[in-house]
């Protein structure tokens, strides 16, 4: 489907987002800002009337936060259409990705901790997997927009898990098992009673199934630690299956843990959830298989 063409900027709607902005400070309408205003080469430099910045702000509503999140939500959404996954995303494409998803983050109104039974609540379920990105874009300039992430326990502790960071884009990686995410649907299940996490990528030709338990994390309340400890291919519709479990027994034996992977989920709410992984990739995921416009 052809997208509507953007119209231009009006100085009025200009004047009204400098206001919000300069009023609030928030990150998240900053970010809004930035996605609709048109970039400086296009710009006329026509400015308007300076807001009056030392009256007294309005106060903001719980209204005003929700709709903010939806816009960016929305924004984020737009942003990651077209790429499939995340693999044909361009370096541009994703900085803009990494900076509205750590608006997104930074605004999560309570923090999720996976002890905590209402949160795994909000959890459990299938999602499906939209984009996949490292978190952070290798060869960049220092200046470029791109925030830094760096996960606290990285190694957590005696579980000694991998996070050498995997760069690939539109891939999952599960104890060293990278998966192209690009050319089928891939979706993500918790069953949080029997605390155990499905990883399921379909292909037209192949399916891989990845699985294992978790637990949350003692030292980041986010995070949750998983073993992994099956993996099977199907081939031809299925008709023939290879399983691969093997190699995550092998893997325990080396590291002398079970443990072979951490998802931290840094964003959730009923419709979208961000993660962060071991290896640094950043995932977006939806409860809608079809939330991302084509």
Do not use: H
């Amino acid at each position: 489907d052809e997208s509507p063409a953007v119209p231009s900027l009006s100085l009025v709607a200009t004047q009204q987002r400098l206001e919000i902005m300069l009023c609030y400070s928030s990150p998240l309408s900053f970010l809004l800002l930035l996605a609709t205003t048109t970039t400086v080469a296009d710009a006329a430099f026509n400015f308007p009337s300076i807001p009056n910045v030392f009256g007294k702000p309005s106060s903001t509503t719980a209204s005003d936060v929700g709709s903010t999140v939806q816009k960016t939500k929305a924004a984020l959404l737009k942003a990651i259409s077209g790429t499939k996954n995340g693999k044909d995303a361009t370096p541009q494409q994703q900085r803009t990705v990494l900076g509205i998803v750590a608006a997104l983050e930074e605004n999560q109104v309570v923090p999720i901790e996976l002890s905590n039974p209402q949160d795994l609540q909000k959890l459990d379920g299938t999602w499906y997997l939209q984009y996949t990105s490292p978190s952070s874009i290798k060869g960049e300039e220092e200046e470029s927009f791109e925030p830094t992430w760096k996960p606290e326990f990285a190694k957590e502790g005696d579980s000694n898990i991998e996070t050498k960071p995997f760069q690939s884009k539109g891939t999952i990686s599960a104890a060293g098992i990278a998966v192209d995410t690009s050319a089928g649907l891939t979706k993500q299940t918790f069953d949080v009673e029997k605390l155990l996490v499905i990883n399921n990528i379909t292909t037209p030709t192949t399916q891989v199934v990845v699985s294992g338990p978790f637990r949350p994390s003692p030292n980041v309340p986010n995070r949750g630690i998983v073993s992994f400890d099956t993996a099977d291919i199907g081939l031809f519709n299925n008709k023939i299956v290879v399983s691969l479990g093997w190699i995550f027994d092998i893997l325990a034996k080396v590291n002398g843990s079970k443990d072979n992977g951490w998802l931290e989920t840094t964003y959730l709410d009923d419709e979208l959830r961000i993660g962060r992984g071991n290896k640094g990739t950043m995932f977006v995921l939806t409860r809608d298989a079809n939330a991302v416009p084509s």
